[in-house]
């Protein structure tokens, strides 16, 4: 195996207290990494970097543990500008729009919705993200949430099978009938492919009753839930998530202090994942992370990218806007675009750059981490390093 050394690291983001200055972030200066394969063996100051096989400058430029976006949709077709500029006009947004995307994945070939998702994959991987999570959802038959997964199966570890995004208009008398398919047939077809199951929770979507059947199907089935949960208004999404021990609630736009004190207690099993390019985009209210934080919970930060509610594949963004709007410092937003989206997907192994860790990691050209608020907009990200191996 070849080690390199990447050195001359102006700051270093590991997200391991242990090995920097004592921060959440574990953040060291004049810093070196050793990489060994596709996984990092050695952190800390360039002047004590053990020898490598080959040593790669960094030019005094910022590290940072490559992005992970626990939340995406990107099996899909056609996209919904005719929507957007409604919106932006003064309409708002509701889910029924699902059915535009839905109506154009089912009439995409397999090989169309495969180089979709391969573009938005590079899109993503341009801007920093090593890790993404992916969803079926614009199906909605067997067959075609089957092939959602099959195809996302082949680009990550990290799929999610979203039968229950809305009930499909073939359905739309018989929504019970609906749910029982998502809970039966369409559940065997899907389970195979995917590692995850989540639910729509919503007023217009699916109810509490329906979203337990669903979660709880997905379980027997062998799947980990994750709930879509309190992104258009009030309701039961959170508290089920955390009964159900979910690994995250995601959106979590609308809370009572019911719901926060839950996700506070619940730090340890289910994350809150905020994910503010869908309210940007639907120019919604918030979510108030500091609310959040102090209540201990623990939050992810992920772009939800989709062609109707949030079309951006930039964590970067999300990171600005989450410091700028939704009361984060700069160095928790970074922490949950990275480490909080690894607890999101219950992963140690990525999200930090510690000895053992995935060599995952994203150069900026920047001094340190928290120009990625401070400079929104504008392509920092100068490197991406995924596997230990050069992918930008
Ligand atoms: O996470 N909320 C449900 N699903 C997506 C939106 C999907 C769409 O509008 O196409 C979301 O925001
Ligand atoms: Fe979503």
Redesign the pocket.
């Known amino acids: 195996m070849t080690t390199t050394v990447i050195t001359h690291i102006g700051s270093l983001v590991t997200n391991d207290p242990a090995l920097g200055d004592g921060s959440p972030l574990g953040l060291v200066r004049d810093a070196a990494v050793v990489l060994d394969g596709e996984r990092v063996a050695w952190v800390g100051p360039a002047a004590d970097a053990p020898a490598a096989d080959t040593s790669y400058d960094a030019g005094g430029r910022a590290v940072v543990p490559g992005f992970v976006d626990s939340h995406s949709?990107l099996l899909f077709a056609g996209d919904?500008t005719a929507e957007f500029n409604a919106r932006m006009s003064g309409r708002s947004y509701s889910?029924g729009?699902?059915r535009t995307?839905v109506a154009a994945t089912r009439a995409a070939g397999d090989a169309e919705l495969e180089a979709n998702l391969v573009r938005h994959l590079a899109e993503a991987r341009r801007q920093g993200t090593t890790t993404f999570e992916t969803k079926s959802?614009y199906g909605l038959t067997t067959a075609d949430e089957a092939r959602a997964l099959r195809i996302a199966a082949a680009h990550t570890e990290e799929v999610t099978y979203l039968g229950a995004?809305i009930v499909p208009p073939d359905y739309a008398d018989d929504p019970a009938g609906y749910v029982d398919l998502v809970t039966g047939e369409m559940l065997a077809a899907c389970a195979p492919y995917a590692r995850w199951v989540d639910v729509?929770c919503?007023k217009g979507?699916f109810d509490g009753d329906q979203a337990r059947a669903v979660l709880t199907a997905g379980a027997a089935a062998g799947l980990v839930p994750r709930v879509?949960a309190n992104?258009l208004g009030h309701g039961p999404g959170v508290q089920l998530a955390v009964e159900l021990e979910a690994a995250s609630a995601?959106?979590c736009t609308h809370l009572t202090d019911a719901d926060v004190d839950a996700l506070g207690q619940a730090a340890g099993t289910t994350v809150a994942t905020l994910?503010p390019g869908?309210e940007f985009s639907t120019r919604a209210a918030w979510p108030d992370a500091r609310r959040l934080l102090d209540a201990g919970a623990t939050v992810a930060l992920s772009t939800?990218c989709?062609?109707?509610?949030?079309y951006t594949s930039s964590m970067p963004f999300c990171i600005a806007l989450a410091v700028r709007d939704m009361r984060m410092t700069p160095d928790e937003a970074l922490w949950s675009a990275t480490a909080g989206g690894a607890r999101a997907l219950r992963r140690s192994d990525i999200g930090v750059l510690a000895p053992g860790a995935r060599a995952d990691l994203a150069l900026l050209d920047a001094p340190s981490h928290v120009h990625l608020a401070y400079r929104p907009g504008v392509p920092l990200v100068a490197e991406v390093w995924q596997r230990g191996v050069r992918a930008v």
């Open positions: 949709h919904r889910a729009g699902i995307t959802g995004h729509f919503e979507a879509h992104q995601d959106h994910l869908a939800d989709n062609p109707g509610s949030s």
